[in-house]
């Protein structure tokens, strides 16, 4: 092999570490999908990014019984007072992400991947980006 190739094949390996590290430590724009759920009331206020609850993930899996009946989750988007001492000890997302079911909550960017300042909610949209819309006044006719 020559010279010429050694370096051409360092190049690629070293762009390629260089492009996988940048895609996984610059921030990106987080999104939800149609029925995620932004759960951001008391997130702002700890200085954390709001939760992203994949809704239709969860769905996939389980019957609404399970999380709605079972577990005591509202039917409205931020109708529950869930913070983290509560999931610390097995109550809502708790019940399962305790290490055991699903992972436990050391990995706090798992759930905190929301835009910092997004009021908690339900998307509608399989392209709703997580950000408030600006606000435009209605216009008077």
């Not at 050694?6 to 690629?12: A, G, M, N």
């Not at 932004?38 to 999380?67: E, M, Q, S, T």
């Not at 991947?113 to 216009?139: C, D, M, N, W």
Request: aromatic share 12%; proline share 5%; net charge positive.
């Amino acid at each position: 092999m020559s010279r010429t190739t050694k370096h051409s094949k360092w190049r690629y390996i070293l762009l390629g570490i260089a492009t996988w590290l940048a895609a996984f430590t610059m921030p990106q724009t987080a999104q939800a999908e149609y029925g995620d759920v932004v759960i951001n009331n008391y997130a702002d206020a700890a200085g954390i990014r709001p939760v992203v609850f994949p809704h239709w993930f969860h769905r996939i899996r389980f019957r609404c019984k399970v999380c709605h009946a079972d577990l005591g989750f509202a039917f409205k988007a931020g109708g529950n007072k869930i913070d983290m001492a509560k999931i610390i000890d097995g109550k809502f997302c708790g019940a399962c992400h305790n290490g055991e079911v699903a992972w436990s909550v050391e990995n706090c960017s798992m759930c905190h991947s929301g835009i910092p300042g997004t009021p908690t909610h339900f998307h509608g949209s399989t392209v709703q980006r997580l950000i408030a819309p600006a606000y435009k006044p209605v216009e008077a006719k």
